[in-house]
């Protein structure tokens, strides 16, 4: 059990610029979850994956963001045209479907800066 | 709808001495409830959950969490503080109805020597 894995784990970037991050689970965890967390608070859901399939999207998740989970191993998560709002660190977790009660194991997540 | 409420920012106590940080909880139906901490620049880690059964949870590192339905609460405690227990600490919650957690905005631990 290698843990969720993030990368990068921090990006800077200017306003109106394109990122884009990647998270792999654990590897025989089928579902997949991204949070936002800013500074103050506690993780926000944006969405997650079963397997390959998005079943969840919070109304957080602007038409700037785009998540896959191509072949329902690694995820990736795309802002486009970044907005200082945008600031944030952007966390990672996966879990195991089988059981519900399964907690969800998080990665060191991602912190965005945009100048 | 979910939500979870953490009433303290921040929770000052002395190694040595028993700590309790507070999480009271709103859901439709029955919950599912977990506690995690983070450490500086780190993710969420897992340190207990409760999903029925005994409403005292035992989880890692010496944390266990009182499950009151009645005063919709889950607060988490330790008999004996640790400095390196210093984090913050995150309740969640989730509807069984529901597939994703909703956590509060998170309480600081200050453990002094």
């Known amino acids: 059990d290698t843990g969720v894995s993030q990368n990068p784990r921090h990006k800077i970037t200017k306003r109106g610029q394109n990122v884009t991050f990647r998270c792999d689970p654990i590897?025989?965890?089928?579902?997949l979850y991204w949070y936002r967390q800013t500074l103050g608070q506690g993780p926000e859901f944006l969405t997650y994956f079963q397997n390959e399939a998005q079943l969840e999207k919070s109304r957080l998740l602007s038409d700037r963001f785009s998540a896959e989970r191509p072949k329902g191993s690694f995820s990736t998560l795309e802002i486009q045209r970044t907005e200082q709002g945008d600031s944030a660190m952007y966390l990672c977790?996966?879990?195991?479907?089988?059981?519900?009660?399964?907690?969800?194991?998080f990665g060191d997540g991602t912190r965005l800066s945009i100048l | 709808a979910q939500s979870v409420a953490q009433p303290e920012d921040q929770v000052n106590v002395a190694e040595g001495n028993p700590l309790t940080v507070k999480c009271t909880y709103s859901?439709?139906?029955?919950?599912?409830l977990f506690w995690y901490v983070q450490y500086p620049n780190r993710g969420l880690q897992f340190l207990l959950k409760?999903?029925?059964?005994?409403?005292l949870v035992k989880g890692s590192y010496g944390f266990e969490a009182e499950f009151n339905k009645s005063q919709t609460s889950f607060h988490l405690k330790k008999p004996s503080a640790l400095v390196s227990d210093s984090a913050l600490y995150f309740c969640a919650v989730r509807d069984r109805g529901y597939s994703t957690l909703t956590f509060g905005k998170g309480t600081m631990l200050l453990v002094s020597p």
């Open positions: 977790a996966s879990s195991l479907l089988g059981e519900s009660n399964q907690p969800q194991h």
């Open positions: 859901v439709s139906g029955n919950p599912y």
């Open positions: 590897s025989e965890h089928n579902r």
């Open positions: 409760y999903i029925t059964g005994d409403n």
